[in-house]
Structure formats: structure tokens, C-alpha cells
């Protein structure tokens, strides 16, 4: 109830409540990125994981001209021939 609450309110967000939702995001962002990771050693186990720099891909992302995340994705994957 309480999150269905906060998307139907009128009045703007805090900053503590925009802080807070930041950090959730990251939160979950940096499980999921484990989690992925782990699958990946399990399903390929010669595959060496390498983590990057948000930077590195928007970097990767206006060099190839690409919008779409599921596309960068796709090819991030080929490059590394997964």
C-alpha cells in the first residue's frame, strides 16, 4: 500500500526519498550483476569475467551509435564471443 501510494501522490519527491531510491537501485544493480556473473562462470567456466566502468560502455555505446541497452548487450557478447 505504501508504494502504491507514493506513485498516485501529487507532490513532488524529497530529496531524501530520491537519495534513498538512488541507493536501492544501486543496491539491486550491483546483486544482479553477481548473480549474472556467477551464472556466466557456471554455464562457461573458461570464460574469464571482466567488469567495466559505466564509462567504458556509454563510451562503446556513442562509438557504435547505439540507443537500445538489449542491443549493446548483444553485442558486448559477440565481441567477447560468449
Not at 15 to 40: M, P, W
Not at 44 to 50: A, D, K, L, R
Not at 53 to 69: M, P, Q, T, W, Y
Request: glycine letters at 2%; charged letters at 30%; one cysteine or more.
Amino acid at each position: 500500500m505504501k508504494k502504491y501510494k507514493r506513485l498516485i501522490r501529487s507532490t513532488p519527491f524529497t530529496e531524501d526519498e530520491k537519495y534513498g531510491f538512488i541507493n536501492r537501485q544501486l543496491t539491486e544493480t550491483s546483486q544482479s550483476t553477481k548473480v549474472v556473473a556467477e551464472l556466466l562462470k557456471e554455464r562457461f567456466p573458461q570464460t574469464i569475467i571482466v567488469y567495466s566502468k559505466a564509462g567504458l560502455v556509454s563510451e562503446f555505446r556513442h562509438e557504435f551509435d547505439r540507443i537500445n541497452h538489449v542491443h549493446i548487450t548483444i553485442c558486448i557478447m559477440r565481441w567477447m564471443r560468449i
